[in-house]
């Protein structure tokens, strides 16, 4: 009788940990590729004046957003920040940039979300296909995260800045997030009735498809594992 290899109950335990383990990997990935600082605007046409709202989900590794530092190009003018219930802020001008800091009032945690948002006249000599970024420093209780990379072609920077991409007034409402694509049906946009197409991440399309295929492969390793110590003891 040709012999059978029994999986003991400590090998069915290494690869349940095992699947476990890829499955939470798979599952996290994409979760850390969104992490970014989010930006939308009311107008993406030259020499209009558009509220560019900014958002943040996420603390640093964990921990707290105590402030958020918005540096805004010296070709962006008349930047005017609103008021926002839990923030105190304030606005310094530099000859390279202004910088618009929000401080909270409560340490921001990790789980919850937060927006702010400033009025600013765009670039009047840009044109359609520019690309404004406006970096960002994100302080937190432990740490901070400087979003201020600009991504090169093809590529997903780790920290990139918000950035939107002006448009012809036709199409003046599509506005981008950092490193994510982002549309808004406000301002000009509104008025001529038009909407922006939202451009798909490529980066975080293959991370998901990934996961996707790992969180599969960790489930038949479960039920493997599950089923072969009982097939094991049947004679």
Known sequence: MPSRTTRTPSASRRVIAGAAVGLALA?????????????DASSTAPATLSVLTFAVG?????????????????????????????????????????????????????ALRATVQVEALLPVDGAAGDVVTFPTLQTCVAGSTDWAETPAAGTEPDHPAPAITLTDAASAGGTGMA??????????????GSTA???????????????????????????????????????
């Open 179 to 192: 490193g994510m694509g982002s549309t808004s049906a406000t301002g000009t946009a509104a008025a001529a």
């Open 27 to 39: 599952l996290s990935a994409p979760l850390a590729a969104s992490a970014h600082v989010e930006l």
């Open 58 to 110: 996420h603390g640093c590794e964990g921990s707290a957003t105590t402030s958020l530092a918005i540096r805004f190009p010296t070709d962006v003018q008349a930047v005017k920040p609103t008021l926002a219930p839990g923030w105190s802020v304030a606005e310094q001008e530099a000859a390279d940039a202004t910088t618009v800091t929000y401080t909270a009032d409560t340490p921001l945690p990790d």
């Open 197 to 235: 197409v939202t451009p798909v991440d490529p980066v975080a399309r293959l991370l998901g498809l990934g996961a996707l295929v790992v969180g599969v492969v960790a489930v038949m390793l479960l039920t493997i594992g599950m089923r072969r110590p009982q097939q094991g003891g049947r004679r």
